[in-house]
């Protein structure tokens, strides 16, 4: 059994004009696929080749940086289409008294996210997450990821330049701002938070 290209949960064109049918078919169709794809060359025929995106993830974060790199980049992705709707939401029930106990509001909440995203240097993810029983604002650098950390990940922003980069070119406060007033899936969020659990990569 191999890792697979987890489909996207939208039509290409469904998050336009904050992130076009061009970018996603770039990000997802080559950037994560090549994940995937080099995440499977260096499995095949090993003792992961069955094993789960996760377990994979945990064992070559010590052991095999390159295997690190793919296999969480792999699951960092499909995290990201997850935590993107097409249609605008907001909170409610747990999720939003989580987030006012620890934020404020939800405003306050996208101001620190769009914050932290533009100011995260170079390549990387920005998280909302659940840990130590509050929700708090993570980053991580390039392909680190919080699967297998206390950290329980609700919904990340990718801030990597090719999750931009064709639409916004360098101006990722612009990007950032789309996604956080159009795109977040906070029902995805409240799913991540209720179950208390790491999300599990589909296939």
Known sequence: MS????????????????????????HHGKHHK???DKTNAAIDGGPQADAALEAIVASARTSDQALFNNAAQTWNHGFYWASLAPKPSAPAGELLAAIERAFGSTAELTEQLAAR???HFASG????????????????????????TAANPLLVIDVWEHAY??????VRPDYLKAVLDNLI???????????????????
């Open 3 to 26: 890792i697979s290209l987890m489909p996207l949960p939208y039509a290409a064109d469904a998050l336009a004009p904050a992130i076009s049918a061009d970018t996603i078919a770039v």
């Open 34 to 36: 090549a994940y995937v």
């Open 165 to 170: 980069y064709l639409d916004r070119k360098n």
């Open 117 to 119: 995203g533009a100011g």
């Open 125 to 148: 993810w920005v998280w909302l997450a659940a840990k130590d029983g509050t929700l708090s604002i993570e980053e991580t650098h390039d392909a680190e990821t919080l699967v297998g």
């Open 185 to 203: 899936n906070w029902q995805f969020a409240a799913e991540n938070l209720a179950r208390g659990t790491c999300w599990t990569y589909p296939g």
